[in-house]
């Protein structure tokens, strides 16, 4: 690397300098590619479109936030690295030397641990963690509801459907329990064997 570095003239920019100076249009070209999917739809299919645009930008935005949590991740293994190696520093003193495989190995553990505090303890890994909680929230959401519309417009059962049926359910069973409506116990039963059977349908 410094053979490289020297052999660059004065004025030119070495090999470590090309990720710097290209990041500005690296960005630019990021958030451009991004930009179709805030652009209004419209056309036949503009409902599927702003469906898909959602589904897409939520899972770029969970991508990002899984980035910025994995580089903390990478900075607390660094840390921990560095905390390892002073540990082995003290342990060289007389006296304190590592006898064994087990002793070395709870030694890179306290100092991973140490390390993974510092930064889970730290204000920035809150936002990050946060964000990142959030992004998978919104990714689930959104996959949830496009599993559900598809599933409705091919005449399957959705989520929601047998969500109901399983709230109803549960509604008659305890009014039942209760003894709320006890003159009419066998309309009761009628109406939970007509949601069982509604339920093994919509299952099938």
């Not at 549960?170 to 003159?183: I, M």
Request: proline share 2%; glycine share 8%.
């Amino acid at each position: 690397a410094k053979a490289l570095r020297d052999v660059v003239g004065k004025g030119a920019q070495g090999f470590a300098e090309l990720p710097a100076a290209f990041a500005p249009y690296i960005e630019q070209m990021r958030k451009e590619g991004l930009s179709w999917l805030q652009m209004p739809a419209f056309g036949l299919a503009r409902e599927h479109q702003e469906h898909y645009q959602r589904t897409a930008l939520a899972l770029v935005e969970y991508q990002q936030a899984l980035s910025a949590y994995n580089r903390l991740m990478l900075e607390a293994s660094r840390r921990g690295n560095e905390l390892f190696e002073r540990k082995l520093a003290e342990r060289s003193e007389p006296g304190r030397a590592i006898e064994s495989l087990k002793a070395l190995y709870d030694l890179w553990v306290d100092a991973m641990e140490d390390a993974y505090a510092e930064i889970a303890l730290s204000e920035e890994y809150s936002r990050v963690y946060g964000a990142l909680a959030n992004a998978q929230m919104r990714v689930r959401k959104q996959i949830q509801t496009e599993v559900e519309r598809v599933s409705r417009e091919l005449g399957m059962p959705t989520r929601s459907e047998l969500d109901s049926l399983g709230k109803r359910v549960h509604d008659l069973r305890r009014e039942l329990r209760d003894g709320v409506g006890a003159g009419d116990g066998g309309v009761v039963e009628a109406e939970i064997a007509a949601l069982r059977g509604e339920v093994a349908a919509l299952k099938k």
